[in-house]
C-alpha cells in the first residue's frame, strides 16, 4: 500500500474497512492485560478477512491524536509478532506502519487473514484470552469468541473456500508447466543486465578493500523483480520505505537492511545499495542493491565458511536450518517488497535462490534431534532454485513455498530424509520468534 492508501485507512477504515481504532498507548509487555486485549483484536481480524488496527486515535471522535516518539518505536514488529504468536495457532501474519496525519503520527497494524487455517487462542489470559476459543469480528465491529452456529459456519466455509482456491493455484501451475506467465525476452533483458551489474559492483566493491575469497567459499544470492521491467518505475521516496516494511516482515538481518550509516547504506544513480562487513578482521561481505524497476539483488558470504578444523569441520559444510530460514525469510521478504512497491495482484513476480561453492559440501543439523550423519554431500558447483508467483501468493503460501524450496534445495545434497512437517514447523516457529 503507498501513503495515500494508509493515510484513507486512519481516516475513514471504520466505514470502509475492516478496521479499529485504538486510543494512544504504548506497547509495553508489562501490561499484559492490555497486550492480549490488542492479541485479541489481532486474531478477530485474521479470522474475519484481515484487517487493521490503528493506534492512536480517539475512541470517540475517530480523529487522529497521534502517539510520541518513544510510544511509536515501543510498536516493534518482530516485537509485538512474538508476543502475539505466543497466543496464536498457526501464527498471524502483519505488518506495522506508521502514518502521519495532519502532523499526528500514529501505527497502523495490518493484519492478515488466515492462509487455509484460522487462528486459534492456545493460552489463557484472565478476563479477556480463552484457550481453544475462535475470535472473529461481530457486525457491531467487536471482537468476540464464536459462539453462534451461524457465524461457525461463515469461518468453516472461509477456510474450505481458501483451501479450494490454494489447490485450484497448485493445479494451474502444473497445467501451465510449472510456473506463471514468463516475462518478454526485452524485460527478461532488462533484468538480467541489471543483475550482471550488480554482481559486477559487489566484485568491484570486494576488489577496492583488498578481499581475496578462498577457492572453496561458498556465497548466497537472493534475486527478485516483477515480470515486467521499466526504468523508473519506482521512486527512491517510495524504495526507502518499501524496503523497510519488507525488512520488518521477515527475520533476517541481512536482507534489505536499511542502516543509518551513510557509508554502509546509501542511494546510487538508480536506487539504493548497502555493502559491508560482518565479521571484523575476515571476509563475511554482505551486499544488497534495489533498483528502480524493482529488482532486488543481495549476495553474501556463508555463515558456515567460518567453522572451519578449530570447531570440528574439516571441509565446508551447510545447515540445514539456517539454509531455511534464509528460504523462509526470502519469500516473506519478495512478498512484502513488491507488495510495498504496489506491483499489480496479478503480475507474478520472481524469487531466485542460488547458492555457489557447493561441490564437496557437507550438510550438518546443529539439532540433537535431528543428526544427519556424514552421508548428505553436494556433488554440484551451484545449486539454483526460483519460482514466479504473485504477490497475494507470495504472502498466503509463504510457509508451504519455504518447504517446497528448501527441499529442492536439499534433494541437490542428496537429502531426502527430512519430512515437509518437520520444515513447516520450524519455519513457523522461527517466523513467530519460537525458534
Not at 112 to 119: G, V
Not at 243 to 270: E, N, Q
Not at 316 to 345: K, Q, T
Not at 404 to 423: K, M, S
Amino acid at each position: 500500500m503507498n501513503d495515500e492508501e494508509l493515510l484513507e485507512i486512519v481516516r475513514t477504515g471504520v466505514e470502509r474497512r475492516n478496521c479499529d481504532y485504538k486510543a494512544p498507548k504504548a506497547w509495553d509487555e508489562t501490561d499484559k492485560k492490555s497486550c492480549c486485549q490488542l492479541v485479541k483484536d489481532i486474531l478477530a481480524l485474521a479470522n474475519s478477512g484481515g484487517g487493521s488496527l490503528v493506534i492512536g486515535v480517539d475512541d470517540d471522535t475517530k480523529q487522529a491524536v497521534g502517539l510520541t516518539d518513544p510510544q511509536v518505536r515501543s510498536f516493534e514488529v518482530t516485537r509485538v509478532s512474538q508476543f502475539v504468536n505466543q497466543y496464536a495457532s498457526p501464527p498471524v501474519h502483519l505488518t506495522i506502519r506508521r502514518v502521519t496525519d495532519r502532523g499526528k503520527t500514529c501505527v497502523l497494524i495490518q493484519v492478515a487473514l488466515f492462509s487455509t487455517t484460522p487462528h486459534i487462542c492456545q493460552k489463557d489470559f484472565p478476563g479477556v484470552l480463552e484457550r481453544a476459543a475462535l475470535y472473529v469480528r461481530t457486525a457491531n465491529k467487536e471482537s468476540a469468541r464464536v459462539t453462534d452456529p451461524h457465524d461457525m459456519s461463515a469461518v468453516i466455509e472461509g477456510a474450505v473456500r481458501r483451501r479450494a482456491d490454494t489447490l485450484l493455484r497448485e493445479i494451474e501451475v502444473v497445467l501451465r508447466g510449472g510456473g506463471h506467465q514468463r516475462p518478454r525476452a526485452a524485460d527478461d533483458h532488462g533484468f538480467l543486465r541489471e543483475a550482471v551489474d550488480a554482481q559486477g559492483r559487489f566484485a568491484e566493491l570486494v576488489s577496492e578493500r583488498g578481499w581475496a575469497f578462498p577457492s572453496e567459499a561458498g556465497f548466497e544470492e537472493v534475486l527478485c523483480h516483477p515480470r515486467v521491467f521499466r526504468q523508473g518505475r519506482f521512486s527512491l521516496p517510495s524504495m526507502r520505505p518499501a524496503l523497510g516494511d519488507a525488512v520488518r516482515g521477515v527475520r533476517a538481518s541481512w536482507l534489505g537492511h536499511l542502516s543509518h550509516d551513510a557509508g554502509i547504506t546509501y542511494a546510487t544513480p538508480d536506487g539504493i545499495e548497502t555493502f559491508f562487513n560482518r565479521r571484523l578482521g575476515d571476509d563475511g561481505v554482505e551486499f544488497w542493491q534495489c533498483r528502480a524497476s524493482g529488482l532486488f539483488f543481495q549476495r553474501s558470504r556463508m555463515a558456515e565458511d567460518f567453522y572451519g578444523p578449530e570447531k570440528g569441520y574439516a571441509h565446508p559444510i551447510m545447515s540445514i536450518w539456517r539454509m531455511l530460514y534464509r528460504v523462509a525469510d526470502a519469500a516473506g521478504f519478495v512478498g512484502n517488497l513488491h507488495g510495498a512497491l504496489a506491483c499489480e495482484a496479478d503480475e507474478p513476480v520472481r524469487l531466485r535462490i542460488v547458492v555457489s561453492g557447493c561441490r564437496h559440501r557437507k550438510l550438518v543439523s546443529f539439532k540433537f534431534d535431528c543428526p544427519l550423519g556424514d552421508t548428505y554431500v553436494c556433488r554440484v558447483d551451484t545449486v539454483r532454485v526460483e519460482r514466479w508467483l504473485t504477490v497475494p501468493e507470495w504472502k498466503a503460501r509463504r510457509t508451504p513455498l519455504s518447504v517446497e524450496i528448501a527441499q529442492e534445495i536439499l534433494r541437490q545434497f542428496n537429502c531426502d530424509r527430512v519430512a515437509d512437517d518437520t520444515l513447516a514447523e520450524e519455519i513457523e516457529k522461527y517466523v513467530s520468534g519460537r525458534s
